[in-house]
């Protein structure tokens, strides 16, 4: 794109240079070029920035607002108007009218629908959708690389600058755990853009007069009407309202955690005491809280509980259980029947092996005479 700019300005200079409009000198003639080129690129900027129902609309305001200004002028030349008069008028409705056009157009643009045109802008639409932004909380959360390198994320990744700095700030901080968190999200970054099936692209998009990053996130995905991937509850609520597809990772990961019904039985470590009376705390592998009454005796040992029931909130899952004090005891007990018998029998004697006599020996003589002998 630099080097069609670059070329673009030369010719436009160049052209300035040879014609001399307004039969200026040749220097004056290249400058007003050079000046023309540059107010093309700046609009070509900006034109870019604007999505492509805005420019259907402005396109067709536009064109409505000449064919009203057309039919006008033809109105006016047949009245008895001086010429010069009839000129200026026709000149400024034209003007007028082809203004309002394109910035009606503009700003009703974003209410076309563009599935009406019998699927001639599919594919930009499926393009858009395809597009995702990453909010700063998810690229230091670092779950997002595990989720795209499973395939579950495709399309087109937009990083903003102004995450990008936010991010760095906290990779920069004086304090340590931020710092840690804030090169955590850099190398998930890296992470991401090394992925073959994903498209990662920096945007340069800002908004000077938003000071929040969040709201600055919002307007971007209207923009390029994106889908936000986050797990920032706050963010999640004030863009469902502002009818901002989210991709909550937190949801997620809730919908991934094993089912467990009222009934079943589960072994946990216990790691702590319960808020409740006799009650002991418990964690998952995935992060899970598991609640279990009559617990609290059995602090940092691994017990077996029978699930109670469970509740879901809006900060995950949570799991209560009941330990059985009594069935623990008799388990133990039984466990150690088995084993004592086990030991039992392996220390019994086994029957002893009666010794033949050999063929030459004789037996013992008995120690005492025998009662029958005289």
Do not use: W
């Amino acid at each position: 794109m630099l080097a069609i700019r670059v070329v673009f300005t030369a010719i436009c200079v160049a052209a300035g240079f040879h014609f001399r409009p307004f039969s200026v000198s040749r220097e004056a003639g290249a400058a007003t070029g050079f000046l023309f080129a540059l107010a093309v690129i700046l609009f070509e900027v900006r034109l870019r920035r604007a999505s492509m129902r805005r420019l259907i609309g402005a396109a067709t305001g536009s064109i409505l607002g000449i064919l009203g200004a057309y039919f006008t002028t033809l109105v006016l030349s047949h009245t008895s108007m001086p010429e010069s008069t009839r000129s200026f008028f026709s000149l400024a409705i034209f003007l007028v009218m082809a203004y309002i056009g394109l910035i009606l157009g503009a700003n009703k643009g974003d209410m076309l629908n563009l599935q009406a045109l019998g699927g001639l802008f599919g594919s930009e639409r499926s393009m858009k959708h395809s597009v995702k932004l990453l909010d700063t909380s998810v690229i230091i959360d670092g779950r997002v690389a595990d989720i795209a390198d499973a395939q579950f994320l495709d399309g087109t990744i937009i990083i903003p600058q102004f995450v990008l700095r936010e991010l760095q700030l906290v990779a920069d901080s004086a304090d340590p755990l931020k710092r840690q968190r804030g090169r955590r999200g850099l190398e998930v970054l890296q992470r991401v853009q090394k992925m073959s099936h994903l498209e990662v692209q920096i945007a340069e998009d800002d908004f000077p007069s938003i000071a929040e990053v969040d709201l600055k996130l919002i307007e971007l995905a209207k923009r390029y009407d994106a889908k936000i991937v986050t797990n920032d509850f706050n963010l999640n609520k004030v863009a469902t309202l502002q009818g901002i597809e989210i991709m909550n990772v937190n949801q997620l990961a809730n919908a991934l955690k094993p089912v467990v019904l009222p009934g079943e039985s589960m072994r946990v470590f216990i790691l702590r005491e319960g808020k409740e009376y006799n009650q002991g705390v418990a964690y998952l592998d995935d992060g899970t809280m598991v609640v279990v009454d009559g617990a609290r005796k059995m602090i940092n040992k691994t017990i077996d509980i029978t699930v109670t029931s469970v509740h879901q909130t809006t900060a995950g899952k949570m799991i209560f259980g009941r330990y059985d004090e009594r069935g623990e005891v008799a388990r133990v007990a039984m466990a150690g029947q088995g084993q004592a018998g086990q030991l039992q029998g392996e220390s019994q004697p086994g029957p002893r092996a009666v010794e033949s006599s050999g063929g030459g020996e004789r037996p013992p003589r008995p120690l005492y005479p025998e009662s029958n002998r005289s």
